[in-house]
RNA sequence: UGGGGUGUAGGUCAAUUGGCAGACCGCCCGGCUGUUACCCGGGAAGUUGCAGGUUCGAAUCCUGCCGCCCCAGCCA
């Protein structure tokens, strides 16, 4: 009878026993007359050690078929052995070859170009680094689901399809039937709105599209949003959400997924003190911050990436800028009773220069300054129907906020760039693989 | 779109500044009974991004085009 699969994370159940693994080699050493096979299995690497006086002729030979990505299945016994990374070791009785890798797999365990890993994005997916933020990503989400259904909130899944509707930035556009020109949603945020005033308190999560030609380490052009939004919560309790979400997130990453961010090499003492409160600074209060630090922002003006760092800079946790001026942010933010200039919304910006990562705001609720502000904007009135219709029949007040998954798992794991955060990255130059 | 940089073997990079196109990794052949990105010896591997120009001679200088990277803007 043949020994029982097991998989290379579980192996330690079965120290002293006989058993079989399937997987890929991933590097392979000889010494003439032992030879030894790494190989990975996605749940963990396992070092094999095959011995020429203890194994078959046929079986020793076929040693010299395989390749790195070559898919084998093993036979042996599971020992412990100190010399062996993991602690634990497979000597080998049996070797099947189960497919055949070329000798030209294109990723060696060496360095490599930005734009040849990224052309291999579907091989460079089964590196080391890249199944740790794989990893680290799930959790996330996963944390984030966890979240809001502890909270009670109802998932809402939001149309992908859409008429022109949204922020004014670049569209994808598709044909649709005989209705026209369909775009790519760039938020889910509208429909949010329509469902919790059904169901109270919601979110949706889903992929969101931006054809902004933005060349940035910040940027995708397909990027996955999470945005709650919930009836009855003014701005302030937005951000009291922002900030108990941001920090359970955060602690559940580090609390499940140490592993994954020590071969990251994360430094996880920036991200243990992500707890709330955040700081909360005022616009009008960061730009003579700004000033004092030398910037040349003035009031009305957004705030750029270096300004973004200067306030960010010298906290230890994310910081949030509310209160906008109207100018800078989306028509459907509420006005700001105590300074109609400004409008009540929320950036909250990660620190170590991972920028923003959460847009909020408190909605706006009256119908006649939305409306207002829809002509202001130029927007066609006629695509905002039903979205004034929710100020129409009993209007609420109401706040959400779109995390951006990417830049918030960049910034857990302390990655250079967005594009390895997401396993197929969409950027304006690049569709494939 | 603007500013800066870069393009040489399958990969990562060098080439004394205009004088025979090289190293390491990987690959192939040989050796090695405990390797850890194993080691040692030998070998194959190139339209120097593309097109044109200057020159006895161009990877190197000039012109144009293309790709990519970084920064900025847009935002999450």
New binding site residues.
């Given amino acids: 009878m043949n020994p029982p699969y097991a998989r290379i994370a579980d192996l330690s159940a079965h120290a002293g026993q006989s058993v079989r693994v399937r997987g890929w080699v991933t590097?392979?050493?000889?010494?003439?007359?032992?030879a030894?096979i790494?190989m990975r299995d996605g749940s963990g690497t396992l070092?094999c050690?095959l011995?020429?006086?203890s194994v078959p002729a046929d079986t020793w030979e076929l040693f010299?078929q395989l390749?790195?990505e070559t898919t084998i299945e093993v036979t042996g016994e599971v020992r412990t052995?100190a010399?062996?990374?993991g602690g634990f070791?497979l000597?080998i009785t049996a070797l099947e070859l189960i497919g055949s890798s070329p000798?030209?797999?294109?990723i060696?365990?060496?360095?490599?170009?930005?734009?040849?890993?990224?052309d291999h994005r579907h091989l460079w997916l089964r590196s080391g680094r890249q199944r740790a933020i794989a990893r680290v990503r799930h959790e996330t989400e996963q944390a984030m689901r966890d979240f809001f259904y502890e909270r009670d909130f109802t998932l809402v899944d939001t149309p992908i399809l859409t008429a022109a509707i949204g922020?004014?930035?670049?569209l994808f556009a598709t044909e649709y039937f005989d209705e026209g020109t369909a775009y790519l949603a760039q938020?889910g945020q509208l429909y949010g709105e329509a469902a919790a005033a059904a169901l109270g308190k919601i979110y949706c999560f889903g992929p969101?599209f931006?054809a902004?030609?933005?060349?940035?380490?910040?940027?995708?052009?397909e990027?996955w949003?999470i945005e709650p939004e919930v009836a009855f919560n003014d701005s302030n309790d937005n951000m009291n959400l922002q900030e108990e979400f941001v920090s359970y997130v955060v602690q559940r990453v580090l609390e499940r997924k140490k592993p994954e961010l020590d071969e990251l090499e994360r430094d996880t003492s920036r991200l243990e003190t992500v707890v709330g409160p955040f700081p909360r600074i005022d616009y009008t209060d960061a730009i003579k911050i700004l000033e004092s630090k030398g910037s040349d922002a003035k009031w009305g003006d957004?705030?750029?990436?270096?300004?973004?760092s200067l306030l960010v800079e010298g906290h230890d946790r994310p910081v949030f800028i509310y209160n906008y001026p109207k100018e800078?942010k989306?028509f459907y933010m509420k006005e700001n009773p105590a300074d109609p200039r400004t409008v009540l919304c929320d950036?909250?910006l990660a620190p170590e220069g991972y920028?923003?990562?959460?847009?909020g705001s408190q909605r706006e609720d009256d119908y006649d300054k939305l409306l207002k502000r829809i002509h202001e904007e130029g927007l066609p009135v006629d695509a905002y129907g039903w979205y004034l219709d929710l100020r129409k029949y009993g209007t609420f007040v109401h706040s959400g906020f779109?995390?951006?998954l990417?830049?918030t798992v960049s910034w857990i794991c302390g990655l250079?760039?967005?594009?390895e955060a997401i396993a197929f990255p969409r950027?304006m130059?690049?569709l494939r693989p």
Avoid: C, W
Wanted: hydrophobic share 30%; charged share 35%; no cysteine.
């Fill in positions: 590097h392979l050493r000889s010494s003439g007359k032992v030894f790494v070092q050690v011995v020429k006086s010299d390749t790195q052995d010399r062996a990374a070791e000597g000798i030209d797999y294109p060696q365990p060496k360095e490599h170009g930005i734009d040849f890993l990224l922020e004014r930035s670049g938020t969101t931006r902004e030609k933005s060349k940035t380490r910040r940027h995708l052009s990027f949003m957004d705030l750029g990436a270096e300004d973004e800078a989306a950036d909250l920028g923003e990562i959460i847009g779109g995390l951006g990417e830049r250079p760039h967005l594009r950027m130059n690049r």
